[in-house]
């Protein structure tokens, strides 16, 4: 039976590439399953490619998906983690992420520059002559490596001329996608302090249902008033495969007449980070559900909204009923609607306006400053204006500061603020110790907001509002040995392998020297592993060599294992 699923899966996806002459490869010799699309929806950005299935294992050959030649190769224990850039002759760049190694020439060239910078992490540029590449060449091979959460090929394609993300599947890749996107929830918004849905000054979420082929929901029409915006919660998904990916495009039409269009056709990395603007960062911080706002914010700067009628907000007061239509459509035409009515109906509400501590306008540079607390606010940190609120309340043993709580987590920061707490009491050889924490009130877990100590202040730069308060990091990284035992022995002949671990302020750096000679440890951040493959061109084998391995965290910190072995 398998093998039937696998012969059907191999004609679907041959038969597309055979119907034409296309530009680019498949990056993948196997069926192009996807588990992420480009544009999807993730924390703080836009996802920039798609995510190529690779059998949930490592070390499926990668090729190059047309002519040109590797202009980039970056290592990284986060992020891509292992990442090759190809620039073709079409104007476009290929990328090609989370890679297990590289093939063999390539890996020697970033061996031998790795222990030359003596650094895993590399970021190299590199000449046309350098690395130049056929279409289907062999490059590397499928991996886990840097922020990836499981094995897949995260593949891109960019304008190279200014590095823009540019969506994947308006080329001719063999994807098999007949499945139209799903739509879950509606939801409708008061955008102001005087209009209501349902009577009620708050938003309101409504499960849908498919009905034949559309979506509707159990409710014949829906009162509101005012100012009102709606947002959807949606998910695109392609045949072969269970997973959740972001939708192409969202029409919303009242009266029949278009009121708000996007489509993800390409984006930028310097407006990547509206995304939280796009969604009702609200409901996703509280219940980590995405919705698509169909309205914007005056902040929001993103460039892949086609027309916007008002800015896309509602505003319905003739008393008669109009009928609401959005439309999800996925790259390869599939599509989905949704359909409602709204009809407005005036209800007195009492509204109390809430206590605040300083008003923001959003696209103007603000300050707030207390006897203990400093906030710099940089223009156009906030999609839309703001009414601050500060408060505070006591310490804990573990802290040299009170809690403060700044504003509310669930309002998102576009850009960097600096932050300054004031120091209580603390012994001066702590100073350099210090560093802000954000704190979870409920579980008491602290985590590291970074940070250093400057004449009674510890400032740092923050991207989130939360509970803030002062640490101190005196605790020295964790170094546990998986391939060495009493020090001495090798429990495994072609690589020693270590966890490494930090309570608070974070791994910073990793040193290893075998016989007083730099050694290359590959580091694995997510899982807190670092390896180094035994290399006999570089240290000579079949005697007793002197391990020595230092890890310190970001406050100085440092721990050192050493060992003596046979290899």
């Known amino acids: 039976m398998q093998k039937i699923v696998l012969i059907i899966i191999l004609i679907y996806n041959i038969l597309p590439a055979l119907s034409q002459d296309s530009y680019y490869a498949n990056p993948i010799k196997m069926p192009l399953l996807l588990s992420g699309s480009f544009a999807e929806l993730r924390s703080d950005h836009f996802h920039s490619g798609i995510d190529i299935k690779t059998g949930g294992e490592t070390g499926a050959p990668v090729y190059s998906v047309a002519d040109g030649f590797i202009s980039r190769i970056a290592v990284s224990p986060t992020g891509f983690g292992k990442a090759i850039y190809i620039a073709h002759t079409n104007g476009t760049t290929s990328v090609y992420g989370h890679l297990d190694r590289f093939r063999p020439d390539i890996k020697d060239y970033i061996t031998g520059l790795q222990y030359r910078n003596k650094s895993f992490r590399l970021d190299q540029q590199l000449s046309p002559s350098a690395f130049p590449v056929k279409k289907d060449d062999l490059i590397g091979y499928s991996g886990n490596s840097g922020s990836s959460g499981g094995p897949h090929l995260h593949f891109e394609i960019r304008d190279s001329r200014n590095s823009k993300p540019l969506n994947p599947l308006q080329y001719d890749f063999p994807v098999v996608d007949n499945t139209p996107p799903k739509i879950f929830a509606l939801m409708i918004t008061p955008l102001d302090a005087y209009s209501h849905v349902e009577y009620a000054g708050i938003k309101k979420i409504y499960p849908v249902v498919l009905n034949g082929d559309t979506y509707i929901i159990n409710r014949s029409i829906i009162p509101v008033y005012g100012n009102i915006g709606f947002a959807i919660n949606t998910n695109d998904f392609f045949d072969l495969s269970e997973n959740?990916?972001?939708?192409?495009?969202?029409?919303?039409?009242?009266?029949?007449?278009?009121?708000?269009?996007?489509?993800?056709?390409?984006?930028?990395?310097?407006?990547?980070?509206?995304?939280?603007?796009?969604?009702?960062?609200?409901?996703?911080?509280?219940?980590?559900?995405?919705?698509?706002?169909?309205?914007?914010?005056?902040?929001?700067?993103?460039?892949?909204?086609?027309?916007?009628?008002?800015?896309?907000?509602?505003?319905?007061?003739?008393?008669?009923?109009?009928?609401?239509?959005?439309?999800?459509?996925?790259?390869?035409?599939?599509?989905?609607?949704?359909?409602?009515?709204?009809?407005?109906?005036?209800?007195?509400?009492?509204?109390?306006?809430?206590?605040?501590?300083?008003?923001?306008?959003?696209?103007?540079?603000?300050?707030?400053?207390?006897?203990?607390?400093?906030?710099?606010?940089?223009?156009?940190?906030?999609?839309?204006?703001?009414?601050?609120?500060?408060?505070?309340?006591?310490?804990?043993?573990r802290l040299f500061s009170p809690i403060h709580i700044i504003h509310n987590r669930t309002v998102p920061l576009h850009k960097n603020v600096r932050l300054a707490i004031q120091v209580q009491d603390v012994e001066k050889k702590l100073h350099d110790k210090l560093l802000l924490v954000n704190v979870d009130t409920v579980s008491g877990r602290l985590s590291s907001a970074g940070g250093s100590y400057n004449n009674g202040w510890v400032t740092s730069s923050v991207r989130s509002f939360g509970n803030y308060a002062i640490a101190a990091d005196t605790i020295r990284p964790k170094i546990i040995p998986l391939s060495i035992s009493n020090r001495s022995v090798l429990t495994e002949t072609s690589k020693i392998r270590f966890l490494i671990s930090d309570e608070l302020s974070g791994i910073n750096t990793v040193e290893g020297y075998m016989d007083d000679k730099w050694m290359l440890f590959d580091y694995d951040a997510k899982n807190d592993l670092i390896v180094h493959t035994f290399d006999p061109d570089r240290f000579e084998m079949g005697k007793k060599h002197q391990l020595k391995l230092y890890v310190t965290d970001s406050k100085g910190n440092r721990s050192v294992y050493e060992a003596s072995f046979q290899k």
Not at 349 to 372: C, G, H, L, M, W
Request: a positive charge.
């Open 244 to 397: 959740r990916c972001g939708i192409y495009s969202l029409e919303l039409k009242i009266d029949g007449e278009p009121y708000y269009f996007f489509k993800m056709d390409g984006f930028s990395f310097d407006e990547t980070r509206y995304l939280n603007s796009h969604i009702d960062y609200e409901e996703y911080i509280l219940s980590r559900k995405k919705f698509h706002k169909t309205w914007l914010d005056p902040g929001n700067r993103l460039s892949i909204y086609d027309y916007v009628r008002n800015r896309g907000i509602i505003k319905i007061n003739d008393g008669n009923p109009h009928p609401v239509s959005i439309e999800i459509k996925d790259i390869h035409g599939n599509k989905s609607v949704l359909k409602f009515s709204i009809i407005s109906r005036v209800k007195n509400i009492s509204v109390t306006e809430p206590e605040y501590d300083k008003f923001i306008d959003y696209n103007k540079q603000a300050y707030y400053r207390n006897d203990s607390i400093a906030i710099d606010f940089p223009a156009n940190t906030f999609y839309k204006d703001l009414k601050f609120t500060y408060r505070k309340m006591p310490s804990d043993n």
